[in-house]
């Protein structure tokens, strides 16, 4: 079945810092993928997605690139703001609708002023 | 254009009783679906629903969970007879249509059992 790797967390970075957190999946076909964040009591944001091998997304900063040959979708982001604390998920879709989601168990980042 | 409205925000129950969770999906979407998010872990898919129909309810426990969404009203997920291993965060998700659409999270319930 499809599955989702992720991190583990807490990662601690100071301000400016760059980011790396890595995801690689498990899936059968061409999935979808995506990554949530979600802030302290709130629910899921998509920050970005990418539908097809080598198609990069991109949002607020951040990116992450489809590698069909490695199966990872890891997210960067060159330099991390204190407000870039939160919880991030990689994610999956079972069609190509980006629904049905398959998630990994999300990392928590704490940025440091 | 209001987001995903779930209600209520937080819900405390005894062990035994029943809870009801409710999801009003964004206005013009008719797909519904519902993760629970357990303590310290990622969000689990439940149950897919369109309006008076589950469509994928491979996610659901067998039993003391069902899941509706009415041709009138939100979609409803229910837990019979609460146990302390339900306490968890559970999140509805819709969107407008099936293929090529984002779907959108409403800000969850989070149910304790005491």
């Known amino acids: 079945g499809n599955s989702v790797t992720q991190m583990e967390g807490p990662v601690t970075l100071s301000e400016e810092a760059f980011l790396t957190i890595n995801c690689t999946y498990t899936?059968?076909?061409?999935?979808?993928l995506f990554w949530y964040v979600q802030y302290p009591g709130e629910g899921l944001q998509l920050l970005l997605k990418?539908?097809?091998?080598?198609d990069k997304g991109s949002n607020k900063g951040f990116e992450a690139t489809y590698r069909k040959e490695t199966t990872s979708f890891h997210l960067e982001k060159g330099s991390v703001q204190v407000s870039d604390s939160a919880v991030y998920f990689c994610?999956?879709?079972?069609?190509?609708?980006?629904?049905?989601?398959?998630f990994g168990g999300g990392t928590r980042l704490m940025v440091k002023p | 254009n209001a987001g995903v409205m779930q209600n209520p925000r937080h819900l405390v129950r005894r062990r035994g009783q029943e809870a009801r969770l409710r999801c009003s999906p964004m206005?013009?979407?008719?797909?519904v679906y519902w993760y629970r998010q357990l303590p310290e872990e990622g969000l689990k898919f439940m149950v897919y629903?369109?309006?008076?129909?589950?469509?994928?309810e491979s996610g659901m426990p067998k039993e003391r969970f069902s899941a509706e969404f009415p041709k009138e009203g939100p979609s409803i997920l229910r837990i019979q007879q609460v146990v302390r291993g339900d306490s968890a965060a559970y999140f509805c998700?819709?969107?407008?249509?099936?293929?090529?659409?984002?779907?959108?999270f409403g800000q969850g319930t989070r149910l304790t059992v005491v």
């Open positions: 899936a059968t076909g061409y999935p979808s």
């Open positions: 990418a539908t097809k091998a080598d």
């Open positions: 206005k013009g979407h008719s797909h």
């Open positions: 629903l369109q309006k008076e129909n589950i469509i994928d």
């Open positions: 994610a999956l879709s079972r069609n190509n609708a980006g629904n049905m989601l398959t």
């Open positions: 998700a819709s969107s407008k249509i099936e293929g090529g659409a984002e779907a959108f």
